[in-house]
């Protein structure tokens, strides 16, 4: 069975400031997919990143890039220029490639709380 | 396209008595899932469906139950509410895609059960 862990329950930083935030997985997959997402106050769960495992390069979204290592099994998001709209709370996620599809279920971690600080 | 929509947004209940949660998306995804979100764990998957008559259990289906009969509905029951369902529950749908790629999986904006 895959597990996603967070390690961090709470991070902040100052606005304009970069900040890392961790994840760790595992699985006994080679083909899989895995997603930052954000959760602000209103409870809306928002896609931030997403990295396929068969690609070596980075993903980067703008301000937001991940660190992708694939056999340490981390994938940490790393926010620039953080601003007061980056607080929420950020999930990191596991999906497996099945075959020819993709089910589309995913594996969350426990979340980390974000705060952009002025 | 209003993309997914859930109703109720709140939703208060006493032990024993049922509901449904309503989903619906107008995107034509095929894939479809129930999340519930607890303090401290994340997202779990209750249910998803694959299309139109075809569901399956994901990691917590217990007290729950799914059917779909359009491709744009996804109803969650819960047969005989318990104080252990209180949650954040979202439903979500995905385009399906072959190959290596996938697609984004839309949220829905939750809805917020309490049962007493």
């Known amino acids: 069975a895959q597990t996603v862990t967070q390690s961090q329950p709470e991070m902040s930083v100052q606005e304009a400031e970069t900040v890392t935030l961790s994840c760790t997985y595992d699985?006994?997959?080679?083909?899989?997919?895995l997603f930052w997402y954000k959760q602000p106050p209103s409870r809306q769960m928002i896609l931030v990143i997403r990295q396929e495992a068969y690609k070596q390069q980075n993903a980067t979204e703008n301000r937001f890039s991940v660190n992708f290592q694939k056999a340490a099994k981390s994938f940490s998001l790393k926010i620039s220029d953080s601003q007061l709209g980056d607080t929420a709370m950020y999930f990191c996620a596991f999906m497996k490639h099945v075959g020819s599809s993709n089910t589309g279920k995913l594996i969350f971690g426990q979340g980390t709380t974000l705060q952009v600080k002025p | 396209n209003a993309g997914v929509t859930q109703t109720p947004k709140f939703q208060v209940l006493k032990t024993g008595q049922s509901m449904t949660l309503q989903c619906a998306q107008d995107?034509?995804?095929?894939?479809m899932s129930w999340y519930r979100q607890d303090p401290g764990m994340g997202l779990r998957l209750i249910h998803y469906s694959v299309g139109a008559g075809i569901t399956d259990q994901g990691e917590v289906p217990n007290g729950y139950n799914v059917s779909r009969s359009t491709t744009e509905d996804f109803p969650l029951r819960l047969l005989s509410a318990a104080p252990s369902q209180t949650s954040v529950y979202f439903c979500?749908?995905?385009?399906?895609?072959?190959?290596?790629?996938?697609?984004?999986?839309?949220f829905g904006p939750g809805t917020r059960l309490t049962v007493l």
């Open positions: 979500a749908s995905r385009r399906r895609t072959s190959g290596a790629s996938t697609d984004t999986q839309y």
């Open positions: 699985t006994s997959e080679n083909n899989y997919y």
């Open positions: 995107m034509n995804h095929e894939y």
